[in-house]
């Protein structure tokens, strides 16, 4: 039997990192070096006593901050009721769950499956998609994350390393252009954009995959890893239209730009287009493991009784604060609040861009806003956006980055955030700017 060697409790950030090196892997990359102790609102404090402020959310998973009130109460008197039953019976907090999700949710999706993570709601989607429809082709964007377990990991294509020694891979998935102004082949044109991605997919369905075998489309309706792109609002109507001539399925990836993170519920709303199967997670618990496929009753009902399962899905901590979470979003305007100090943060960098030659574009909506550096020659500067997170990490806030070229800073905080939150995490990241490309 091994011995674990017994440390004494230490506020030494090195020492906790010593001590995962040994026996933690070291697959699962960390943006910052920073041991945390504890969280609150939206401040991280590690270890050893300073405080952050977190524009990072988890990765879009803390919308309401860290630690609220009213979702940490629901989760702890779920505790003292049930702590886990999986399928040997039913649970309330998940039926009411359902019943929530199923009223916001957009035209006809009213009935969910629940499972753990995003990846985990992403292979679900489409295992109904191909249930439902007999068909085995999914096609999936260029620049998309979708998840890293295989069949989420077929669809993603962010970045090759993703993929190495993995392959291969799940068959009969194809990839096609995101709608991407900034990075356009045929120029920064919005129509010009949509009729290069069209095309694209016109002629693979014409050369490649007959469409009568393709299941579904999957997309971001904003893309999230692949550089917080906002396509040009004629994209989702069109890419819906092409799955009704088809008769192909639409499968909106929502874990990342769903639960208010772009100023609506859900990113599709903003273009008024309903897909077939909707995925959620990330934000949907406020930092407990929860994702969901949300469908139509008319595909929900074809998925036979054990044709697909989770043991932890649906758990019911879990669904207690994804209730409680609701309830916060309602009475808080939440959604507002991200619409209001999005624009705000938006309308602030593109002034901050008009001086500062190395931000090419500034893009985003609601409180998921990405900027996207350049160097002198218009090429992508992942060494800038490097300094510029240093510095801001330096200065007590922490920032993401994403895109194929890791060239894109993303801002992601709380959707609850105040004024003199946003005040401050403004301050600091144009004082990097000033300090590194000023």
């Not at 300073?50 to 009213?70: K, Q």
């Not at 074809?302 to 899905?313: I, K, R, V």
């Not at 939150?421 to 600091?428: F, M, N, R, S």
Request: charged residues 20%; glycine residues 8%; aromatic residues 8%.
């Amino acid at each position: 039997m091994k011995l674990v060697k017994e440390f004494p409790d230490s506020d030494s950030q090195e020492e906790w990192l010593a001590r995962e090196r040994a026996h933690l892997s070291q697959v699962l990359y960390r943006y910052t070096p920073l041991v945390i102790d504890h969280a609150q609102g939206s401040y991280l404090y590690t270890v050893d006593g300073r405080r952050y402020l977190d524009f990072a959310s988890g990765i879009g998973v803390t919308n309401l901050g860290h630690g609220h009130p009213e979702v940490v109460k629901a989760a702890h008197e779920q505790l003292d009721k049930l702590m886990h039953i999986s399928v040997v019976a039913h649970h309330q907090p998940a039926i009411e769950l359902a019943e929530r999700i199923a009223a916001l949710a957009p035209g006809n999706l009213d009935k969910v499956f629940f499972s753990n993570s995003g990846a985990e709601a992403v292979e679900g989607a489409i295992k109904l998609a191909r249930y439902t429809t007999g068909r085995p082709g999914l096609i999936a964007f260029q620049g998309a994350f979708h998840g890293r377990t295989y069949g989420a990991l077929s669809l993603t294509a962010s970045k090759g390393y993703y993929r190495e020694r993995y392959e291969p891979l799940l068959p009969a998935v194809y990839h096609v252009p995101y709608p991407y102004p900034y990075r356009n082949p045929t120029g920064p044109d919005e129509a010009a954009t949509l009729d290069y991605v069209f095309t694209f997919i016109d002629e693979m369905l014409d050369t490649r995959v007959p469409p009568k075998n393709v299941a579904a489309f999957i997309v971001e309706p904003v893309l999230g890893e692949g550089g917080y792109v906002v396509p040009p609002p004629a994209f989702m109507p069109r890419l819906r239209a092409l799955c009704d001539r088809h008769g192909i399925l639409l499968i909106a990836d929502e874990v990342q730009s769903g639960y208010g993170r772009t100023g609506k519920m859900f990113a599709s709303e903003h273009t008024g287009v309903v897909p077939d199967i909707m995925t959620l997670a990330k934000s949907i618990a406020s930092g407990l493991p929860l994702s969901a496929v949300v469908a139509t009753s008319k595909l929900m009902d074809q998925w036979e009784p054990a044709a697909h399962g989770s043991t932890f899905g649906g758990n019911p901590v879990s669904c207690a604060a994804a209730i409680a979470t609701l309830d916060v979003f309602a009475r808080e305007h939440v959604l507002a609040n991200a619409t209001e100090k999005g624009a705000q943060l938006v309308s602030r960098l593109r002034e901050l861009q008009r001086r500062t030659p190395a931000i090419g574009e500034v893009r985003g909506l609601g409180l998921m806003i990405g900027i996207e550096l350049v160097t002198q020659e218009g090429t992508p500067d992942k060494d800038l956006q490097k300094k510029i997170r240093k510095v801001c990490l330096d200065s007590g806030m922490v920032v993401l980055s994403c895109g194929p070229h890791d060239n894109v800073l993303r801002l992601v905080p709380p959707l609850n955030i105040s004024q003199a939150e946003l005040d401050e995490g403004w301050e600091t990241l144009s004082g990097a700017f000033q300090e590194v490309a000023g």
